[in-house]
């Protein structure tokens, strides 16, 4: 397995860690799996997502990519992950793996 191949799997098996009910950021998912940026993990998602927990994985500021919006809040909204408006508050909501620890008080 190449080293490119073998971050393409890293990243996957980031995502489908991702409990329901929370979510992560595309830069959560790239510090999580040392990837050289979240544009490779959307990269991986778009490419080879489909059996992903792709909807759990927002931009940096809680919101979805424009073009998902629809589905991915919905699909949110049946695991109890509540938008306000199509921003998904991440202090609330954030997978307690990839939260900072410089970021005390999230949870």
Do not use: C
């Not at 993990?41 to 927990?53: I, R, S």
């Not at 695991?79 to 954030?94: I, M, P, Q």
């Amino acid at each position: 397995m190449s080293v490119d191949e073998e971050l393409h799997e890293r990243v996957r098996a980031a995502i489908r860690r991702i409990p329901g009910g929370s979510v992560a950021t595309y830069g959560d998912i790239a510090d999580l799996t040392s990837a050289p940026s979240p544009r490779l993990v959307g990269k991986v998602l778009a490419e080879d997502g489909h059996d992903l927990p792709w909807h759990r994985v927002l931009r940096a500021n809680g919101t979805p990519a424009p073009h998902l919006a629809e589905e991915q809040l919905a699909r949110l909204r049946a695991e109890g992950v509540l938008a306000d408006g199509d921003k998904v508050d991440l202090r609330r909501h954030r997978w307690a793996d990839v939260v900072p620890e410089d970021e005390p008080g999230l949870f």
